[in-house]
């Protein structure tokens, strides 16, 4: 049996990203790589054992998302925060990771920074973000956040052009995320910080509601997230691969 799973083609690493392989070094094309990461390893460690293989493609997120809706040709996504909205399109595991809810912005706008004491202030501000992304921990509506840009790099790249004021996003995400090569936080104009009061973003992997084994696929993982976590493996795995 073969599992087939969709994530973010924009990676998000350290939790699902692409890997040169062997020899063809880091210009190898995409056909050339292989989909590595935290999630990646906890979703192996749980199904390999049970004789499930994995196949894993990266592809736009709101398609990726609408595959495995449809449950025909993805069974699963990898990384997915929760919402009411996909409570109700997907069956949702257990939480496997968490991260810190973060806002930057451009200190050449704002040298003085800024006065967010929760997330109920960003409502003040012009917020970017991307693409399909979720912003409902936020407090934010679809409406209130620009997602024009198909990766946080381009948020970035808004916030120095004085496109938008406030991209938010996880900060371990983009503490490990690179763009042409360098880290995405290597401009000193762009200043972040913690946003107070938010309780860390839990993540989930997504399974198809119209699967016919997507009920018994759920159990699986969820048993699997628990013995990791009670062995410590989940651990372990997270500080392998700390940015």
């Known amino acids: 049996m073969t599992v087939?799973?969709?994530?973010?083609?924009?990676?998000w690493p350290p939790?699902?990203?692409?890997r040169s392989r062997g020899e063809h070094g880091a210009s190898a094309s995409r056909s050339a790589q292989e989909v590595v990461g935290y999630a990646v390893d906890v979703l192996q460690r749980i199904l390999r054992p049970k004789g499930i293989a994995v196949q894993i493609d990266l592809l736009p997120w709101?398609?990726?998302?609408?595959?495995?809706e449809s449950g025909q040709m993805y069974q699963m996504a990898l990384n997915a925060s929760h919402s009411a909205e996909r409570e109700r399109q997907f069956l949702l595991s257990l939480p496997y990771y968490d991260t810190t809810?973060?806002?930057?912005?451009?200190?050449?706008?704002f040298p003085q920074g800024l006065s967010i004491r929760s997330a109920q202030d960003l409502v003040k501000h012009e917020v970017c973000g991307v693409h399909g992304y979720n912003y409902s921990a936020y407090g934010l509506r679809d409406d209130q956040v620009d997602r024009g840009a198909l990766n946080?790099?381009?948020v970035i790249a808004k916030l120095l052009?004085?496109?938008?004021?406030v991209g938010v996003e996880k900060l371990e995400a983009?503490?490990?995320g690179r763009?042409?090569?360098?880290p995405l936080l290597a401009n000193p104009d762009i200043a972040f910080a913690p946003i107070p009061g938010m309780p860390k973003a839990e993540f989930h992997m997504l399974v198809s509601r119209r699967h016919p084994q997507g009920q018994a696929l759920l159990d699986l993982l969820n048993q699997g997230i628990r013995d990791l976590r009670a062995t410590g493996q989940l651990k372990a795995l997270r500080q392998l691969h700390q940015p």
């Not at 939790?15 to 692409?18: I, K, R």
């Not at 052009?161 to 004021?165: F, I, M, N, S």
């Open 4 to 11: 087939r799973v969709c994530d973010d083609v924009n990676e």
């Open 15 to 18: 939790f699902t990203y692409l």
């Open 62 to 68: 709101v398609r990726c998302l609408r595959e495995v």
């Open 101 to 109: 809810h973060a806002y930057f912005y451009s200190r050449r706008r």
């Open 152 to 154: 946080f790099s381009r």
């Open 161 to 165: 052009a004085d496109r938008c004021e």
């Open 174 to 176: 983009v503490q490990a």
């Open 179 to 182: 763009h042409d090569g360098q």
